[in-house]
């Protein structure tokens, strides 16, 4: 269970990181885009911007600091069906909006940003079962799994650009 375990908190801790990055780095456009998704939002824009990343941030360090996994592994919980359901209002009452998954990079809310939410959800709920049958992973452990948990983790963020590469292209 330990490669589950470890595997399943990298590859978490690596999606809220390469979510957040953006949002931090352009976060001005992030604070603009939660206050175009969210109607009425108004004053309360900057600080739900700043706790989307903070709690980002919060819940990848916790998913790292074994004692703290549970918490790490709730605050992920969390925030992807948080996410989920922000995303499917968003996609039902704007469609064509940026989906604002890694900042404001523009990809439209879709189909595959759920199942790529459902995914991560899934992959939260698998890891919380493995840890709680751990007794504790090694450093070995993690420096193995660090760079493929890396990669999917990448690669199911951006599965809405990657399913858009595999579709054929539209003919006039």
Do not use: Q
Not at 32 to 43: M, S
């Amino acid at each position: 269970m330990n490669a589950v375990d470890v595997f399943g908190r990298l590859c978490l801790l690596a999606t809220f990181a390469w979510s957040a990055t953006p949002k931090i780095v352009n976060f001005a456009d992030f604070r603009r885009h939660v206050t175009t998704t969210i109607p009425g939002i108004g004053f309360f824009a900057s600080p739900l911007a700043a706790s989307v990343i903070a709690t980002e941030l919060g819940a990848s360090l916790c998913l790292m600091v074994y004692p703290l996994r549970i918490i790490g592994l709730a605050g992920a919980a969390f925030l992807l069906t948080s996410f989920t359901v922000y995303l499917f209002a968003v996609m039902r009452i704007r469609p064509g909006t940026s989906c604002g998954c890694v900042g404001t990079d523009g990809t439209a809310v879709s189909g595959a940003h759920l199942v790529r939410n459902l995914i991560l959800l899934v992959a939260c709920g698998v890891t919380w079962w493995a840890t709680a049958d751990s007794a504790g992973p090694s450093l070995s452990d993690y420096a193995v799994l660090a760079a493929p948990a890396t990669a999917v983790a990448i690669a199911v963020l951006h599965l809405g650009e990657l399913a858009a590469l595999l579709r054929p292209a539209a003919t006039d």
